[in-house]
């Protein structure tokens, strides 16, 4: 059964940076590419960024220039850079293989 786990959510000020993790126990974790998406409370749930196999991004309009994806296929983990962090990027913070399979979420609050 495949786990994916997400970490580094928190509580930031605006302004401020998080790194979030996604560690996912599947086998040949480098073919697929992985997500990040994000719902907000009484919002649907939309996709943030996503990596391929061969490392290239793609960005929500909203997060591009603040946001960064990247991977390590070593470590079967994909992160989220979130710098510049604003009121509207507060959400849950959902991983998602390319196989399909979801996190159990990481909360993200950006407050002051």
């Known amino acids: 059964q495949v786990q994916v786990v997400e970490s580094g959510g928190g509580l930031v000020q605006p302004g401020g940076s998080l790194r979030l993790s996604c560690v996912a126990s599947?086998?040949?974790?480098?073919?697929?590419?992985m997500n990040w998406y994000r719902q907000a409370p009484g919002q649907q749930r939309d996709l943030v960024a996503s990596?391929?196999?061969?490392?290239?991004?793609a960005y929500a309009d909203s997060v591009k220039g603040r946001f960064t994806i990247s991977r390590d296929n070593a470590k079967n983990t994909v992160y989220l850079q979130m710098n510049n962090l604003k009121p509207e990027d507060t959400a849950v913070y959902y991983c998602?293989?390319?196989?399909?399979?979801w996190g159990q979420g990481t909360q993200v609050t950006v407050s002051s």
């Open positions: 599947v086998r040949m974790f480098s073919i697929f590419a």
């Open positions: 990596i391929a196999s061969s490392g290239s991004a």
């Open positions: 998602k293989t390319g196989r399909g399979d």
